[in-house]
């Protein structure tokens, strides 16, 4: 790869990851409008990298209350709030793993190509009409739900006062993101809004929420990556960093957005791109 495929898929990695505009949506579109080739296994991984460490840096105090949580579910240490908020964190991640792995395992894909009308898995996919159809739709639709949950949700709740039925309702949510177009963190927040949550713990529980699935998405892609070029570890260790840097900027600017502002600049934009490309296809 060159240095300008591995800067752009670094800096829309980094960016779409966290703001609610779907980052598959934007990493799938580059391939259509500039023609390079797929980045392959070793570059996902890569990317997925960047995008968990920058989470882990930035909301390093919550991250290190989580594995409180955890080591005191085993027994070593007493954190009784902290092992509740972990495990509604592990019970929020349920449903992406298990949808996540039937997509990977071919189970969904007669219900996915009936529902969507595009096949799961086909060689010519960038070149789907029906795909970037799916994806503008998506874009659109979410888009226009974050709106109204951003409009109408009440800001009650802190992440501290998350319950299993919250991490369960937000986890199924996220699942649905594994449909480009739809956007982890928008689906999320959508349904963290609608529960109660304020803008920015609803963009924090996201995050938090986002690290044992982004950290599942690598890997679900080690298979592959053991049969990638080694040649490829230095691109990939470049493409990582400067991926952590985006997704850092990106987070920094987000929390300290939605401190002050509703999420309506990124409903416009979803549905502003969702009909170019409807048009434009």
Same mark, same amino acid.
């Given at each position: %790869?060159?240095?300008?495929? %591995? ?7 980094? @960016? ?13 579109? #580059? ?32 991250? %290190? ?10 027994? #070593? ?16 991640? @349920? ?142 260790? #470049? ?11 990106? %987070? ?30």
């Amino acid at each position: %790869m060159t240095f300008l495929q %591995m800067l752009i898929i670094a800096v829309v990695q980094g @960016i779409t990851e966290f703001l609610p505009i779907s980052s598959s949506g934007h990493l799938i579109l #580059i391939s259509v409008f500039t023609g390079f080739e797929d980045q392959g296994p070793m570059i996902d991984i890569a990317v997925h990298v960047g995008s968990l460490l920058a989470i882990i840096v930035y909301f390093f105090k919550d991250v %290190m209350g989580l594995a409180r949580g955890g080591f005191a579910s085993v027994g #070593i240490g007493k954190a009784p709030a902290e092992r509740k908020l972990f495990w509604w964190i592990v019970l929020g991640t @349920i449903p992406a793993v298990i949808f996540g792995f039937a997509i990977k395992l071919g189970f969904l894909n007669g219900f996915v190509e009936s529902t969507f009308g595009i096949p799961i898995i086909e060689e010519d996919l960038l070149a789907s009409i029906r795909f970037t159809d799916l994806i503008a739709t998506n874009l659109i639709v979410y888009g226009i739900l974050l709106g109204l949950a951003d409009y109408f949700g009440k800001e009650e709740k802190t992440f501290e006062q998350m319950t299993w039925r919250d991490g369960l309702l937000v986890g199924m949510a996220q699942a649905l993101a594994l449909v480009p177009g739809t956007s982890r963190s928008g689906v999320t927040m959508t349904a963290a809004r609608l529960l109660g949550y304020g803008r920015f713990e609803a963009a924090r529980f996201s995050f938090l929420l986002s690290i044992p699935a982004v950290a599942g998405a690598g890997v679900l892609i080690i298979p592959d990556l053991l049969e990638a070029d080694s040649s490829l570890l230095l691109e990939a260790v #470049i493409t990582g960093a400067m991926t952590f840097v985006a997704a850092f900027a990106t %987070m920094a600017f987000l929390m300290n957005f939605l401190k002050r502002a509703s999420m309506m600049v990124f409903v416009l934009y979803r549905v502003a791109m969702g009909c170019a490309l409807l048009y434009f296809f």
